[in-house]
Structure formats: structure tokens, C-alpha cells
């Protein structure tokens, strides 16, 4: 050490911590190296695992080798310029790094349970409700973590503390006035969890709300979005969902049955119509092949409603099958059957004529 007496007494004082920590994240770097390989071959054919090692390389890369610097500072001199700082720096780092790891540990965790479950099967009911189950609370557990984070980062301040003594006398006012301001905030919250666990609605599902149809889109941890059937989005907050009335309908099954709605002449023959109806849907690749029915369903004053049942697989599909068979079956109706369509039928009664001399005889206008 006499050899390095021309160093500031400062950077002198420092040298052996600094020494220990060089080594110390030499150590951790090829420790990572070597953990993950292991990690790498060991979840090889685990791909829930994989996604969680693929999510925390970035911050186990950084993050381990603040440990041997944190145990080299609480070992350091207490006599040693600066020490307080660096320490309290180093447990900023780490708190952060741990913090971050966590998070992205339930984010992988999420993400694998995704793509074990795809969507993009025909009967993707179960695959939905775990989307957004894993979805919604993963929201939730990394919303928890990096408020867990920061509190604790705060608690490394003195002062902090000191202010949250002080505060402890008007803890209720500060509580009442916090809770009143915080209430949508907490609100969406308890309605992103209850969301997530009743599962009124599910990624993908097909709902009226507000007077529009569309699919939702997406579900965050404070609103959800609506993709409404012309590309435009309704957004909504999470509350909605649980205060208001919507329909889903695709809450138990995707399967749906449509409806169309005719309106004929009283002397349309309905035989024909039936047998058109079921040619219509065995062709069309949007029918599921459940059944399909017409029914009367009306005897108006002026003509008969006619009601067609098709079911398909889908929204879509179901969207796309009772378009298709209204406008063939108007265009059946117009080509095979045009005098069949509904008609205004009114019954002029010929008023008697008048008698001879009598005052009943028409007169010219005079000019």
C-alpha cells in the first residue's frame, strides 16, 4: 500500500472494497454465464419455464452482480468517506433490480400460459377465459410488486420515515382524504380482480354495449377496449363492467343462433321457402349444420312475417350466414314467387250514379 501513497487519501481508503467488488462481479458475471446454459438446456422442452428464464435474463444480468457489491459495502469500514451513500445507493439498485425481476418473472409466467392457450382455435372458449384470467391478475400482481418496490426504495430514506411519523397523527383525516381521492383508482382495481375472477366478459368475447356490437379487444387494469364492427374502438372503464347491464354473447359458447325476418304475402306457399332456406345454409360455409327453421311467426293486417333460424360456430360466422340467406331467399322470392310479395290491397266500393234532374249530376267546373 506505501506504493500507492500518491493517491488521494479518499480513493486509498476505498481500494480494498473496490478490489472485492471488481472480483465479486467477475464472479457473478460467470456464474450467469453458467446458469444460463444450465437454465437454457434444463427448459428445453418446458416451455412455461423457458418463457420465465427468457423474461428475467435482463434483470438477473444486472441484477446478480449488485449482491457482492451490496456485501462488500456492509462489510466496508464505517470510517470510509462515503459510505453511507454508496450503500444506500446499492439498496436502491438492488430493490430496483429485485423489483424488476419479480415483475418480469409474472410477466413470463403470463406469456407462457398465453401461448399454451391460443385463441386461434375454432372452440377457444376455455382458451379465452385463461387469457383473461392470466391476463387481468398478472396486471394486477405487477401493479402490487412495483408499488411493494418503491415503498421499500422509499424506506431507505431517513427522512421518509421521519415524514411518515409525523404524518401517523393525522392518519385518519390523510386516510379519508387518500381514500376518497384514490376511489376510482381502488375501484377499477377491485373490478379488474373481480373482472379476472367471475369473468363476466373474456378477450374476444362479442358484446352490446352501449348500444354497440363489437368484440373486446383488450382488457387492462383500468379500462377495456372495444373493437366495434367498423374498425372504430369503444373505450370503457373497468367499473362499467360491473355496475352496468351489457349482453355477451358469447359468455358460455361461441356458438350463436340468428335470426332473419321475412315479410310475404298471405298466399306465399311456405314448402318451397323451407327446402330453399335449408339449400341456402347446406351451402354456405358459415352454417355449423345445427339445424335451420322458418316459422311464422306473425299474421299481420297486411301480410305474414316469416322468421328463419340459423346457427353458426361464431359472431362472425353468424353475422355473415343471416345476410346470406335474407338476401337469397328475397332473391328466390323475386325470381320464383314475385307475385307473392308483400302488396297494399285496397277495395274501391263505386258510389251509385246520380238520377235524372236529380242534384247528384257532375258539373263542369266553370272557367
Request: glycine share 8%; hydrophobic share 50%.
Amino acid at each position: 500500500m506505501d506504493a500507492l501513497n500518491w493517491l488521494p487519501a479518499p480513493l486509498l481508503a476505498w481500494l480494498p472494497s473496490l478490489g472485492s467488488m471488481l472480483v465479486g462481479v467477475l464472479i457473478a458475471a460467470l456464474a450467469f454465464r453458467i446458469g444460463e446454459r444450465i437454465v437454457r438446456r434444463a427448459t428445453r422442452d418446458a416451455p412455461l419455464a423457458a418463457s420465465v428464464a427468457s423474461a428475467i435474463r435482463a434483470p438477473a444480468k444486472w441484477g446478480l452482480p449488485l449482491l457482492p457489491i451490496h456485501a462488500v459495502l456492509q462489510g466496508t469500514p464505517t470510517d470510509t468517506p462515503g459510505l453511507a451513500t454508496a450503500q444506500q445507493l446499492a439498496a436502491l439498485l438492488l430493490i430496483g433490480a429485485v423489483t424488476w425481476l419479480v415483475s418480469n418473472a409474472v410477466r413470463g409466467v403470463a406469456q407462457g400460459v398465453i401461448t399454451a392457450n391460443p385463441t386461434s382455435v375454432a372452440d377457444n372458449l376455455q382458451a379465452r377465459r385463461i387469457q383473461t384470467q392470466t391476463r387481468v391478475l398478472a396486471r394486477t400482481l405487477q401493479g402490487i410488486v412495483l408499488l411493494i418496490g418503491l415503498s421499500l426504495m422509499l424506506m431507505t430514506f431517513p427522512q421518509a420515515r421521519q415524514i411518515g411519523t409525523s404524518l401517523l397523527a393525522s392518519a385518519g383525516l390523510a386516510g379519508l382524504v387518500a381514500g376518497f381521492a384514490a376511489r376510482p383508482v381502488l375501484g377499477n382495481l377491485i373490478a379488474g380482480l373481480q373482472i379476472g375472477l367471475s369473468q363476466p366478459i373474456r378477450l374476444d368475447d362479442v358484446v352490446i354495449v352501449e348500444g354497440e356490437w363489437g368484440v373486446i379487444e383488450e382488457i387492462t387494469g383500468t379500462y377495456v377496449v372495444v373493437r366495434i364492427w367498423d374498425q372504430r374502438r369503444l373505450v370503457v372503464p373497468l367499473q362499467y363492467w360491473i355496475e352496468k347491464p351489457f349482453q355477451n354473447w358469447t359468455r358460455t359458447t361461441s356458438e350463436l343462433i340468428g335470426t332473419v325476418f321475412l315479410w310475404v304475402d298471405y298466399r306465399t306457399p311456405l314448402a318451397p321457402l323451407r327446402e330453399e332456406l335449408q339449400r341456402i345454409c347446406e351451402a354456405s360455409p358459415h352454417w355449423d349444420k345445427r339445424f335451420s327453421l322458418l316459422q311464422v311467426t306473425e299474421a299481420g293486417e297486411r301480410a305474414l312475417q316469416l322468421r328463419c333460424l340459423v346457427t353458426s360456430a361464431s359472431a362472425g360466422a353468424g353475422w355473415d350466414l343471416r345476410c346470406e340467406v335474407r338476401e337469397k331467399l328475397v332473391d328466390f322470392l323475386q325470381r320464383e314467387y314475385p307475385q307473392y310479395l308483400p302488396r297494399l290491397r285496397a277495395e274501391v266500393a263505386m258510389e251509385p250514379g246520380p238520377t235524372a234532374g236529380g242534384s247528384g249530376e257532375a258539373r263542369s267546373p266553370v272557367s
